[in-house]
């Protein structure tokens, strides 16, 4: 398992993903999509990346199975 927590991971989480999802072009502005959206569900699990977000929905951890 691969990740990153605090602030790096509201950064990292981009280049981690286009890693998990390298034929999808658009993995990066879907998972910008996902995180936008209104809810309380703290977390998002596209396949084998997991994205924690906090309130102001940033990500605050990221980890790739």
């Known amino acids: 398992m691969q990740g990153s927590s605090g602030p790096r991971a509201n950064t990292e989480?981009?280049?981690l993903a286009m890693q998990?999802?390298?034929?999808?072009?658009n993995i990066v502005t879907e998972l910008e999509a996902l995180l936008a959206a209104e809810g309380m569900q703290p977390d998002i699990s596209p396949g084998n990346v997991h994205l924690a977000r906090d309130k102001t929905k940033s990500v605050t951890?990221?980890?790739?199975q």
């Open 13 to 15: 989480w981009r280049d």
């Open 20 to 25: 998990v999802f390298p034929d999808d072009p």
């Open 61 to 64: 951890a990221v980890w790739i």
